[in-house]
């Protein structure tokens, strides 16, 4: 099948088989079948079928855990080092999980839901986070522990 290239705004009334390769700018709506390779920039709205790997945020010492990753890999180098994280948006999901030992940190996010801090002192340990209308609400910890 040879390949046709577009310039300008495309309508199909149909939909498109086969690669897509190249940006789109612009809202999809209806379903997308195979993989997307890159960034997604926006909201995604629907369901997800198969994998998906979170950007990720090295966080190594004391500071803020960012927004704008959906996983934070935390390197600890000292005892209770202060981590900081701000108000999200609605239903957002945030991963942190300690994957190098060289002390602890303890968590305290800006607005929080049953609990004050987190803290993390093994490798291994780990908490998932929903940010609601109410604040920051714990669905999962391991090893970690709330207070």
């Known amino acids: 099948m040879a390949s046709t290239t577009f310039s ?24 997308v079948t195979g993989n997307v390779t890159g960034n997604v920039t926006g909201n995604v709205t629907g ?43 609605a239903n957002q999901i945030k991963i942190i999980s300690h994957v190098v030992d060289g002390g602890s940190a303890v968590l305290t996010p800006t607005t929080k839901i049953g609990f004050t801090t987190i803290t993390f002192t093994n490798v291994g340990d780990s908490a998932t986070l929903i940010y609601t209308v109410s604040g920051w609400a714990i669905t999962g910890i391991s090893g970690a522990v709330a207070a």
Do not use: C, E, K
């Open 47 to 89: 369901n997800v079928t198969g994998d998906i790997f979170a950007t990720n945020q090295a966080l190594s010492g004391a500071g803020a855990v960012n927004l704008t990753d959906m996983l934070t890999s935390l390197t600890t180098t000292g005892a209770a080092q202060a981590l900081t994280l701000a108000n999200g948006t």
């Open 8 to 31: 300008g705004p495309v309508t199909s009334t149909n939909g498109f088989i086969g690669a897509v390769t190249g940006n789109v700018t612009g809202n999809i709506t209806g379903n």
